[in-house]
DNA sequence: GATAAATACATGTTACTACATTAAATGTAC
DNA sequence: GTACATTTAATGTAGTAACATGTATTTATC
């Protein structure tokens, strides 16, 4: 259904404002479809994207302000995320070695094994968008918001 | 920059995860900016949210689960945020006289300020984003999204 | 080498969200 | 018309987020 049916808005400014309400009312589905998927595993979205940053890094620790920047978080919740991944025993955390203010973390087998019983669900969703759009159409959206994005570095200095 | 630079993830499962992740990343990173522009005006993005549903109504009335469904909130959330709304004056809130669970939320004098003194700063930024990409592009994203959304009802009776 | 500034993380506080529950009004079956 | 389910909104509670601040450590400047 169109954006303009879904929020019962007739008329946009212009496409960029179009744009900018599609993507927020979009994202919002998204993770509502998400936390349904993730409930059952007691984790959260935000908790899930960190262990998915921590497996990409395989054996090698990852800071904890690396992982807030990759997920555009504030530091704060990042490390209050971590202590959750902790309590559960997803996660391990280490003081680093080189620079002592810094503390390292990385996954566990545990949390390996929950990602493994997650994933084929996560994959079964998202290939059942491809009901919906093309993996060409995808591609091309992706690469589009990652072209949007480009304007943060042409605002600023206005 | 591409989605794989800014989380630091070279490989994706599928163009659709690609996608999935990067419309988090990138709604996230709107709402940061909107939170900056909104930030002065005392009000949050939920509650621009709702003044701007409140607008397009005129002087028609609208309930709170129908603010709800337009967000894609939970109805407990519209409550609370109206009564923000309602302290800083920015709307009014009547019991509906056709049915009386219901309540008739409108947008004030002062809430209609707010906005026109709100929207030429959203309008710049969101013509800010024409340096990254075309008005046609933006559709394109828009409509795109819009057919994404739509794996929902075909996903119902899995 | 001492001092100032910056960095990395943690935490207290306040506000917001999800979820369950409550309360009132309406709809439906009999 | 009464009994039961549904709808609509509000609220209590627990968890989470944003923001400011605190503490420890490192880097830069003199």
Redesign the interface.
């Given at each position: 259904?169109?954006?303009e049916t879904?929020?019962?808005?007739k008329k946009f400014?212009?496409?960029?404002?179009?744009?900018?309400i599609?993507?927020?009312?979009?994202?919002?589905?998204?993770?509502?479809k998400q936390l349904e998927l993730f409930k059952e595993h007691d984790i959260t979205?935000q908790q899930y994207?960190v262990l998915?940053?921590l497996r990409?890094q395989q054996s090698n620790p990852i800071k904890v302000s690396d992982i807030a920047d990759?997920?555009?978080?504030k530091n704060s919740n990042t490390s209050r995320l971590i202590d959750k991944l902790l309590v559960k025993g997803f996660a391990k955390r280490t003081s680093c070695p080189s620079d002592r203010r810094a503390v390292d973390v990385v996954i566990t087998e545990t949390g390996l094994e929950l990602l493994s019983r997650i994933d084929p669900i996560?994959?079964e969703?998202?290939?059942?968008?491809?009901?919906?759009?093309t993996?060409?159409?995808?591609?091309?959206?992706?690469?589009?918001?990652?072209?949007?994005?480009?304007?943060?570095s042409?605002?600023k200095n206005?």
């Open positions: 259904m169109s954006i879904d929020i019962k808005q400014r212009s496409a960029f404002q179009r744009l900018a599609n993507l927020t009312y979009t994202s919002n589905w998204l993770g509502y979205s994207n998915r940053i990409g990759r997920m555009l978080d996560l994959e969703w998202e290939n059942g968008l491809s009901a919906s759009i993996e060409e159409e995808a591609e091309l959206v992706s690469s589009l918001l990652d072209k949007m994005r480009e304007s943060d042409n605002n206005q």
